[in-house]
C-alpha cells in the first residue's frame, strides 16, 4: 500500500518533486507514487552523469591532454549510461508511470585537467548511483513493488559493482606511476592511456 498523497520520506534519492501522475493509465497497476517519482528523478540523475563522462572524454580529445583512450573510456562509459536512463524510462513507461522533463545539470567537470581527478570524479558519482540503486531497491520492497525492486537491482544495480571496482584499480595504477592532482604527472598519464585493455573493455 502506497503513502497518502502530498506524505514524503526521509531519503536520499532525487525524487522528482514536480512530478505529475498520470491518473488515466490503464497500464499501471501496484507502481507506488514514490517509486514512480524516484524512478522519474533517478533517470534524471544518470543523464546528468552520462552528460558528465561525455565532456570528460572531451576534456582528453583536447591537444593539450591528447589521450585518446581514456577519452574514449569516457566517451564509451557515458553512452552505456545513457543507454541505462534510456532503459529505466523504458521501464517506468511499461509500469504506467510518467517522466517529467527537466533541464540537465551543467557537468560541473570544467576545472578536471588530468586523469587523476577524472577518475576520482568518476568513481564518487558510481558509488553515489551504486547506493542511490541500492535505496531505490529498498524503497521499492518497503512500499509492496517487489518487481520494481528486482528490476532495479538486476538492470541497474548489478552492472555498476564492477566499474566501482575498475575504476578503484584504475585509480591505484594512475597514483602507482605518479599522475597527479594538476595534472602535471605526464609519463604516468601516458602510461595510463597506454592501459588500452582496461580502459575500453571495463563493464
Request: with cysteine; aromatic share 6%.
Amino acid at each position: 500500500m502506497s503513502e497518502p498523497s502530498g506524505k514524503r520520506l526521509k531519503t536520499n534519492l532525487p525524487i522528482c518533486k514536480t512530478h505529475r501522475v498520470f491518473v488515466g493509465s490503464k497500464v499501471k497497476q501496484n507502481l507506488p507514487a514514490v517509486v514512480e517519482e524516484s524512478l522519474c528523478g533517478v533517470s534524471t540523475l544518470l543523464m546528468e552523469i552520462a552528460y558528465r563522462l561525455e565532456a570528460l572524454g572531451k576534456i582528453f580529445e583536447q591537444d593539450n591532454l591528447a589521450l585518446p583512450r581514456v577519452a574514449t573510456f569516457f566517451q564509451l562509459e557515458s553512452e552505456r549510461e545513457q543507454k541505462q536512463a534510456e532503459a529505466m524510462l523504458q521501464y517506468l513507461n511499461e509500469r504506467g508511470g510518467q517522466y517529467c522533463n527537466k533541464d540537465i545539470k551543467r557537468p560541473g567537470c570544467e576545472a578536471v585537467c588530468g586523469v587523476l581527478p577524472a577518475l576520482e570524479l568518476t568513481l564518487t558519482q558510481w558509488k553515489d548511483e551504486m547506493a542511490i540503486m541500492m535505496e531505490l531497491s529498498r524503497l521499492a520492497c518497503e512500499h509492496g513493488d517487489p518487481h520494481s525492486a528486482s528490476v532495479v537491482k538486476s538492470r541497474f544495480l548489478t552492472p555498476v559493482v564492477p566499474k566501482v571496482k575498475l575504476l578503484g584499480d584504475l585509480l591505484t595504477n594512475a597514483r602507482r606511476v605518479g599522475c597527479t592532482a594538476d595534472g602535471a604527472g605526464g609519463f604516468g598519464e601516458y602510461l595510463i592511456d597506454q592501459l588500452q585493455e582496461d580502459l575500453t573493455s571495463s563493464a
